[in-house]
């Protein structure tokens, strides 16, 4: 079975801090995908990344930063500069890559609040 | 505009009383699923369904059902809903069902079962 553990349920930080989000993830497959979603207050989910488990290059997107390290099975995702508008509910997730499996299983989140 | 929605946004009910939630896509796409979001659970996979007429068991299945007779629709029918069903519904679809096609959310249905 598969597993996504974010085990930070919220965080608090100032405007431009930075702040890292973690992800730790749990699969006995060798090929698998690892997502980040959002989720603001308004309640739709929007994509941020995806990530194969080949692929273990660092990503960057504006203010946005992803680490990928298959060796702690970790995808933690950093802000750098937060912003008010990154409050959110922040969302892991991992798919398996295989004939007949196609389930992508989510951690529980980590609501994450900037402050002002 | 490609789109996801689902329809009621909103709903009240009470136990036993069948309800389908609604979910339509208009991008074309293959794969279709159904989540449930509750409060430190994350998002669980309902049932998913990879075309027409073929659907599968995501990891919490039970007390729903879900057809796909058209590539559009694929609604969400709880024939005898209970409390424990109050949840914040997500419907989704991709354009095939590999992990290089990211999922599309539609906003959300919050179901409230009395």
């Known amino acids: 079975a598969q597993k996504v553990t974010q085990a930070q349920t919220e965080i608090s930080v100032v405007e431009k801090e930075d702040v890292t989000l973690d992800c730790v993830y749990e699969?006995?497959?060798?090929?698998?995908?690892l997502f980040w979603y959002k989720q603001p207050p308004s309640g739709e989910l929007v994509f941020l990344i995806r990530r194969n488990s080949f692929d273990e290059q660092n990503e960057i997107s504006g203010r946005y930063s992803w680490n990928f390290q298959k060796s702690t099975s970790s995808f933690n995702f950093t802000i750098t500069a937060s912003q008010v508008v990154d409050s959110a509910v922040y969302f892991c997730?991992?798919?398996?890559?295989?004939?007949?499996?196609?389930?992508?299983?989510f951690g529980k989140g980590t609501k994450l609040s900037v402050i002002p | 505009e490609a789109q996801v929605t689902q329809n009621p946004r909103y709903l009240i009910t009470v136990t036993g009383k069948k309800l389908t939630v609604t979910c339509s896509q208009n991008m074309n796409h293959e794969y279709m699923s159904w989540y449930r979001q509750d409060p430190g659970l994350g998002l669980r996979q309902i049932y998913y369904s990879m075309n027409v007429e073929v659907t599968d068991k995501g990891d919490v299945p039970e007390g729903y059902k879900v057809s796909r007779k058209e590539k559009r629709n694929f609604p969400l029918i709880l024939e005898s809903p209970s409390p424990n069903q109050t949840s914040l519904y997500f419907c989704?679809?991709?354009?095939?069902?590999?992990?290089?096609?990211?999922?599309?959310f539609g906003p959300g249905t919050r179901l409230t079962v009395l």
């Open positions: 997730a991992l798919e398996r890559s295989g004939a007949g499996s196609y389930q992508l299983t």
């Open positions: 699969t006995r497959d060798t090929t698998y995908y």
């Open positions: 989704a679809s991709s354009l095939s069902r590999t992990p290089y096609n990211e999922q599309f």
